[in-house]
C-alpha cells in the first residue's frame, strides 16, 4: 500500500474555507477546497489513501469520498510538486 | 465541497518570489 507525505511543510494559511499553500521552492502557489486541506493537514505525517479516506468521513459525515477520488486529488498534489511518496 | 479539490495551481512573478528571498 503507497504512502503519501507532505514533500516539506510549506507555508499554508486557511481562508473562507479555501487553503492556500506557497510552496517556496517552485514559488508556487496552490488554492486547495475545505476537504482538500484537511487531507493535506494530514499529509503532515504518513498517509495511504484507506487512512485518509476514513479520516475524511469521519471528518465530513455528510460527504462520501472514494479512495478513487483521494487518490486522484494526490495525483493532483504531486502534480504540484506538495506531495511525494513516502520512503 | 463534495471531494477533495485543487481550486487553482499557478506560479508566483520572479520579481515577487525573487523578494522573498534577499
Redesign the interface.
Known amino acids: 500500500m503507497a504512502r503519501y507525505v507532505q514533500k516539506s511543510s510549506y507555508e499554508s494559511t486557511h481562508l473562507d474555507?479555501?487553503w492556500i499553500i506557497l510552496n517556496?521552492d517552485?514559488?508556487?502557489?496552490?488554492?486547495?477546497?475545505?476537504?482538500?486541506g484537511?487531507?493535506w493537514s494530514l499529509l503532515e505525517a504518513e498517509q495511504t489513501l484507506e487512512s485518509l479516506t476514513q479520516a475524511?468521513g469521519r471528518e465530513?459525515l455528510e460527504?462520501k469520498?472514494s479512495e478513487r477520488?483521494?487518490e486522484e486529488?494526490l495525483s493532483?498534489?504531486m502534480e504540484?510538486g506538495l506531495v511525494k511518496y513516502a520512503v | 465541497n463534495t471531494r477533495p479539490m485543487v481550486l487553482s495551481h499557478q506560479p508566483i512573478r520572479f520579481e515577487t518570489a525573487h523578494s522573498w528571498n534577499k
Open positions: 474555507n479555501e517556496t517552485d514559488y508556487t502557489v496552490t488554492k486547495l477546497n475545505d476537504i482538500g484537511f487531507c475524511v465530513y460527504t469520498v477520488e483521494i486529488f493532483q498534489l504540484c
